[in-house]
């Protein structure tokens, strides 16, 4: 899953539009944000399988502190405290905290059973909707255009910035996600991990282009 994270971070915005939208991205997104500096510090561990799956090869080997289920509960837990120790909003620090959770759940959509419940535990669990490529565009994509829908029933431009800087993000999203599910495997793990990096990149562009603009009338 990948747009479909960001899709969910869209659409919470509908139920708490005093939080923005970088807050939710980063919820949404912190498995996958903290994943490749773990990747990198060899703490998980992923393999490259050409074929493995229709939609994706990587080969899930090693993530239990950032993609067990546990794991995101309590990194979940970690970030609704922290916004709300900034806040002092507490309904916007529940969803933050959700939302980290939510990450798990999608990806036990998608992915094949290599999700551990728990980080010692040898149970793994998956739905496989990777293995479909239309499946997947077809969940993922739909999930995208909802969050995008809601996001903008939500909130209205200020300026060019919020109209412009917005959807040059959706659509940057789109591009890096199709590319993706059509391109080439990556050339290394190491690849992977710093690509992954620019992940925090996205939250500030979110951040930015969330801070000029305003709730629309009538979207609560």
Same mark, same amino acid.
């Given at each position: 899953?990948?747009?479909?994270?960001?899709?969910?971070?869209?659409?919470?915005?509908?139920?708490?539009?005093?939080? @923005?939208?970088?807050?939710?991205?980063?919820?949404?997104? !912190?498995?996958?944000? *903290?994943?490749?500096?773990?990747?990198?510090?060899?703490?998980?561990?992923?393999?490259?399988?050409?074929?493995?799956?229709?939609?994706? @090869?990587?080969?899930?080997?090693?993530?239990? *502190?950032?993609?067990?289920?546990? &794991?995101?509960?309590?990194? &979940?837990?970690?970030?609704?405290?922290?916004?709300?120790?900034? #806040?002092?909003?507490? #309904?916007?620090?529940?969803?933050?905290?959700?939302?980290?959770?939510?990450?798990?759940? !999608?990806?036990?959509?998608?992915?094949?059973?290599?999700?551990?419940?728990?980080?010692?535990?040898? +149970?793994?669990?998956?739905?496989?909707?990777?293995?479909?490529?239309?499946? #997947?565009?077809?969940?993922?994509?739909?999930?995208?255009?909802?969050? +995008?829908? !809601?996001?903008?029933?939500?909130?209205?431009?200020?300026?060019?910035?919020?109209?412009? =800087?917005?959807? #040059?993000?959706?659509?940057?999203?789109?591009?890096?996600? !199709?590319?993706?599910?059509?391109?080439?495997?990556?050339?290394?793990?190491?690849? +992977?991990? +710093?690509? =992954? *990096?620019? &992940?925090?990149?996205?939250?500030?562009?979110?951040?930015?282009?969330?801070?000029?603009?305003?709730?629309?009338?009538?979207?609560?």
């Amino acid at each position: 899953m990948f747009i479909g994270h960001y899709a969910v971070a869209m659409g919470a915005k509908r139920i708490t539009p005093r939080v @923005s939208l970088g807050a939710l991205v980063l919820g949404a997104q !912190l498995a996958d944000l *903290l994943w490749p500096i773990f990747l990198l510090l060899g703490w998980e561990r992923v393999r490259i399988s050409p074929g493995l799956m229709a939609f994706s @090869s990587l080969d899930f080997i090693h993530y239990p *502190l950032t993609h067990s289920l546990l &794991g995101v509960a309590i990194w &979940g837990a970690i970030l609704g405290v922290v916004y709300f120790g900034f #806040t002092r909003y507490r #309904t916007g620090a529940w969803v933050v905290g959700i939302l980290v959770v939510s990450h798990w759940v !999608l990806d036990a959509i998608v992915h094949r059973p290599d999700l551990p419940l728990v980080p010692w535990s040898q +149970i793994r669990v998956g739905l496989g909707l990777w293995n479909s490529v239309p499946g #997947t565009l077809v969940v993922e994509l739909a999930l995208y255009i909802t969050g +995008i829908y !809601l996001y903008l029933r939500t909130t209205t431009a200020q300026d060019r910035v919020g109209r412009y =800087g917005f959807w #040059t993000l959706v659509l940057l999203l789109l591009v890096i996600y !199709l590319a993706d599910a059509f391109g080439p495997p990556p050339p290394s793990v190491r690849a +992977i991990a +710093i690509v =992954g *990096l620019a &992940g925090w990149l996205v939250v500030l562009w979110a951040y930015w282009a969330d801070a000029h603009r305003v709730p629309a009338r009538g979207g609560g």
